[in-house]
């Protein structure tokens, strides 16, 4: 027995399909879990029917860039530039339980599975890690539908670059950072064989979880750790992941260190493919675009965190019109604000406009839908499967009911989406066929038990780390300048 799905009769289909065509009226024909038709589909064709004549349906989008441990953390502080927010994130999230692990990733998926975001990049954890930790996030996306990479991440040299400007804590505070052991690099070998051992447990392309490794940024990695993990990316069939010139004190670091830029000293190792994603990649030199083109690197823009940690302003404009694949992200929830990926969006097409009198250099709608979806699942390597509802993709949809003030009157769905719709006319989600949301509800895991669990969770990780909260608001303190 086959399992047949028609959603009939969209108000708006927004395919994002190779034509990038809005349909007015359409049907879309869904059989074991893949698109099957798109447009007029003849009656009584499925099991299953969902009228959406009130709807617009989009292709799930892709937050590229997040980190499910800090959904804990959501309006912890203000004003915290990239080193005082590191540091703290270290007390937000270190020692965490299999439950809190599990409690704070379903929390960031009952934000991204409510205004219509069916996969992730989970840039895991914080800290160091081991197969428990590995296992309990894991476990958290299986219960959640998602579909997630989960980027293990891992670094082999010290966070210089959030250390204070002139290099060193005062003594009393190094002391206590070298005891608390926060942030403490990791045997190379030790960490490959991890992630490795991660990979053959978890990684399944063709489903819905996959592992990667994942540099925490390059900048605090050996060379050989950065070769270790694309040679295991292509030993495995994985994606990597990683941060990448977010401040200007990373550039300028890499360039004293390699008297290049970071990115040209990343092609000269060999690491720089289309299997990369990176996020933020703000701070690019000249010669830098093209080579991201050439070799199919994906960088993944996350303008609300890059700019409320006055980190920068990222080149997306110029990195799209240069042929580059740019996918976006919501960041870790105290950095971004919340895993709505609308407000993303929102702001990837704004951002730059007041810096660029001519129009035709802007971020557009379509570009940033594009950024969700598209080139979201090349961030994934999946985008032989999903980012579009075309036939063929799996069936990774998110359906809006435009009975709601955004959508009404419903002129351009697609200049609306952006600009207008929040998130919270979000009804119906389907990932892989699976309907996981109902009437703006999950129906996948309970979600109303996550809500009432996490208050509780924080609270007693927070009283478990206090000695640690203590220092790291002292370490946040004195890395600021
Ligand atoms: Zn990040």
């Not at 108000?11 to 065509?21: F, L, S």
């Not at 915290?80 to 270190?94: E, K």
């Not at 190379?188 to 990979?199: G, H, R, S």
């Not at 540099?215 to 069939?237: E, I, K, W």
Request: proline share 5%; glycine share 8%; with cysteine.
């Amino acid at each position: 027995m086959h399992d047949t799905l028609l959603i009939r009769g969209a108000a708006a289909v927004v395919t994002m399909d190779a034509q990038a065509r809005v349909l007015r009226g359409a049907d879309i024909l869904v059989r074991d879990g893949v698109i099957t038709h798109v447009g007029e589909v003849p009656a009584g064709a499925a099991a299953r029917v969902i009228d959406a004549r009130n709807r617009v349906v989009l292709p799930g989008m892709v937050n590229a860039h997040t980190h499910s441990p800090l959904a804990f953390a959501k309006g912890c502080y203000d004003l915290a530039n990239h080193r005082a927010a590191l540091w703290m994130f270290q007390a937000f999230t270190g020692n965490a339980t299999r439950d809190e692990i599990r409690c704070a990733a379903l929390l960031n998926c009952i934000e991204m599975l409510t205004t219509g975001t069916t996969a992730c990049i989970d840039h895991f954890p914080e800290q160091g890690f081991g197969m428990e930790q590995v296992d309990a996030v894991v476990d958290a996306y299986r219960e959640s539908g998602m579909r997630a990479v989960v980027a293990l991440r891992v670094f082999d040299e010290p966070y210089t670059d959030i250390y204070p400007p002139a290099g060193a804590f005062p003594p009393d505070l190094d002391a206590r950072l070298r005891a608390a052991g926060v942030l403490e690099p990791r045997p190379t070998d030790e960490l490959l064989a991890l992630v490795d051992a991660a990979v053959q447990r978890h990684h399944d392309p063709a489903g819905m979880i996959q592992i990667a490794p994942a540099p925490s940024n390059p900048m605090r990695c050996s060379d050989a750790l950065l070769v270790g993990c694309q040679a295991l990316a292509g030993r495995r069939d994985t994606p990597v992941h990683c941060h990448l010139l977010e401040t200007r004190v990373q550039a300028e670091i890499a360039h004293k260190r390699f008297g290049r830029s970071q990115i040209s000293h990343l092609d000269q190792l060999g690491v720089l493919s289309d299997r990369l994603s990176a996020a933020h990649v703000i701070w690019l030199d000249d010669d830098d675009i093209p080579l991201l083109a050439q070799r199919g690197v994906v960088p993944v823009h996350n303008p609300e965190s890059n700019v409320r940690g006055g980190s920068g302003v990222a080149p997306v404009a110029r990195m799209l019109r240069g042929g580059v694949t740019v996918a976006i992200g919501a960041d870790g929830s105290p950095s971004g604000g919340n895993q709505a990926m609308q407000h993303s969006l929102r702001l990837a097409t704004i951002i730059a406009r007041p810096q660029d009198r001519d129009v035709s250099r802007w971020v557009t709608t379509a570009d940033a839908l594009g950024m969700a979806t598209r080139g979201g699942a090349a961030a994934m390597r999946q985008s032989h499967r999903i980012g579009a509802i075309a036939p063929g993709m799996q069936a990774d949809m998110a359906l809006y009911d435009i009975a709601s003030p955004w959508w009404t009157p419903l002129n351009d769905p697609v200049h609306q989406f952006i600009y207008s719709e929040t998130g919270a006319s979000l009804r119906e989600v389907f990932i892989a066929g699976r309907q996981v949301v109902a009437e703006g509800r999950i129906t996948a895991f309970d979600a109303d038990a996550v809500l009432a669990e996490a208050q509780a969770r924080f609270a007693a990780l927070l009283e478990r780390n206090a000695g640690l909260l203590e220092l790291s608001r002292r370490l946040a303190e004195a890395s600021l300048g």
